[in-house]
């Protein structure tokens, strides 16, 4: 099992910034694509960012420019950098990682974009 504790949500105002982490714990070994995804209320669950073990990442196209997603392999862990925040990025962020063909999902950080 692989445990994910997401942190770095909070209330930002428009154009402001804002860095979300998500540490992976437990049986880590085999952990491929780390991602992160976002739902608002009365929505369907979307992706947001998604990076391999080697790097390669792709985005929404909703948030392409503004948005950088990385990770850091010795800790286990997966940032999304996100700037000129929108209130439409307003949502529940969940952290997603892919192992041996599973998935986990953390428990939901709230992002909230004021106008």
């Known amino acids: 099992q692989v445990q994910l504790v997401e942190s770095g949500g909070g209330l930002v105002q428009s154009g402001g910034s804002l860095r979300l982490s998500c540490a992976a714990s437990?049986?880590?070994?085999?952990?491929?694509?780390m991602g992160w995804y976002r739902q608002a209320p009365g929505k369907q669950r979307d992706l947001v960012a998604r990076?391999?073990?080697?790097?390669?990442?792709n985005y929404a196209d909703s948030v392409k420019g503004r948005f950088i997603i990385s990770r850091d392999n010795g800790k286990n862990t997966v940032y999304l950098q996100m700037n000129s925040l929108k209130p439409e990025d307003t949502a529940v962020y969940y952290c997603n990682v892919r192992q041996w063909g599973l998935e986990y999902w953390g428990p939901g950080t709230q992002v909230t974009v004021s106008s």
């Open positions: 990076i391999t073990t080697e790097g390669s990442s």
């Open positions: 437990g049986s880590i070994f085999g952990i491929s694509a």
